[in-house]
């Protein structure tokens, strides 16, 4: 499995972006992606995460701001974030794993563990 995440770059607050998360070797339509970040020096956040079936879930501090959504034909999920804060800056990951539904424990710690394979990072900076 070959994750690839993409689509960061410099925004200023307020504004937004569009992250993707593409896979090779690996059909994203049947399985769970989670979107993660990690500031230096800090823990990885689990930040959003889309079910296989559709169904998504988020951390609260980007609850009403982050949507996922999936384009099977092109076997990617995308982050949409909008309303950006500053407090968002940091480097996104996408993950994956072989089961359909987002765990049950979604932002609680060390839930990245439960991801197998990743993509790189991609850095996003919001400026204020």
């Known amino acids: 499995v070959q994750l690839q995440a993409f689509g960061g770059g410099l925004v200023q607050a307020g504004g937004s972006l569009g992250l993707s998360c593409t896979a090779s070797?690996?059909?994203?339509?049947?399985?769970?992606v989670g979107w993660f970040r990690q500031v230096p020096g800090k823990e990885r956040e689990a930040v959003s995460c889309?079910?296989?079936?559709?169904?998504?879930v988020h951390t609260d501090s980007v609850k009403g701001r982050f949507t996922v959504s999936r384009d099977n034909a092109r076997n990617t999920v995308y982050l949409q974030m909008n309303s950006l804060k500053p407090e968002d800056t940091a480097v996104y990951y996408c993950?994956?794993?072989?089961?359909?539904?987002?765990?049950?424990?979604?932002?609680?710690?060390?839930?990245?563990?439960?991801?197998?394979?990743w993509g790189q990072g991609t850095q996003v900076t919001v400026s204020s």
């Open positions: 070797g690996w059909n994203l339509e049947h399985y769970v």
């Open positions: 889309g079910s296989a079936d559709g169904s998504t």
């Open positions: 993950a994956t794993d072989d089961y359909g539904y987002c765990p049950a424990e979604w932002g609680s710690r060390r839930i990245d563990e439960l991801f197998g394979s």
